[in-house]
């Protein structure tokens, strides 16, 4: 497949790191959004019958922070390992990223139209989101393997060498 073969470690690295550090200020301004909605008593956001609403929302800054960060630690660990890379990295790789947009998107939409207490119907790409994260979680895990290997194989020349 051409297009598993295009996609190399330092490429995808980049991509997480550029991903990464903009989601994070896109999160991070949403927090400080959150904050303004504080200052200034903003009825939508702090009324009790709009709890969801700020529920959703806390979530959507929270996650959407926490997965950038998790995207940046991703494009370092590829740039420090690379070798480590998963084999279905296109696969794994857009499915961090897809990750990256749907879990805080998913939480977000959810508290822009509230049924009462229920959520918006933007929430159903929270466990669609979910499962991307856990695929992603997974092929990285499985690469993480290689680690061990690669450094048995340069380290010792021969078996049984220890330093
Ligand atoms: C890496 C950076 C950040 C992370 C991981 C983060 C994470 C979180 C988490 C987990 C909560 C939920 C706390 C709770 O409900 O107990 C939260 C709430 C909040 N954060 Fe952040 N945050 C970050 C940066 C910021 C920044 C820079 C701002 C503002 C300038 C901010 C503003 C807020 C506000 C206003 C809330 C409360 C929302 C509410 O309850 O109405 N956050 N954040
Ligand atoms: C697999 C996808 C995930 C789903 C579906 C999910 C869902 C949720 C939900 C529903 C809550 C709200 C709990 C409550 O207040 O009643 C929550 C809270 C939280 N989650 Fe996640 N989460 C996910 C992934 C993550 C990841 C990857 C991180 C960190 C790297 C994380 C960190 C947190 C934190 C810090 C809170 C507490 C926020 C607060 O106090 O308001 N979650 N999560």
Same mark, same amino acid.
């Given at each position: 497949m051409p297009a598993d073969t295009a996609l190399t470690p330092a490429a995808a690295a980049r991509r997480h790191l550029r991903f990464g550090w903009w989601s994070l200020l896109a999160f991070l301004t949403l927090g400080f959004t959150l904050e303004m909605l504080h200052a200034f008593k903003v009825g939508l956001y702090l009324d009790a019958s709009n709890d969801t609403r700020r529920l959703m929302w806390t979530l959507a800054h929270a996650h959407g922070a926490l997965l950038a960060v998790i995207n940046i630690l991703c494009g370092l660990y590829l740039r420090v390992a690379?070798? &480590? &890379?998963?084999?279905r990295l296109p696969a794994v790789s857009a499915s961090l990223l897809a990750a990256g947009v749907l879990l805080p998107g998913g939480f977000f939409l959810g508290g822009v139209t509230v049924y009462g207490g229920d959520p918006g119907l933007g929430i159903l790409a929270v466990p669609a989101a979910a499962a991307l994260l856990a695929a992603a979680v997974y092929g990285l895990a499985r690469g993480a393997a290689a680690l061990g290997r690669a450094t048995a194989g340069k380290g010792d020349s021969g078996r049984g060498q220890r330093r």
């Open positions: 690379p070798e &480590a &890379a998963p084999g």
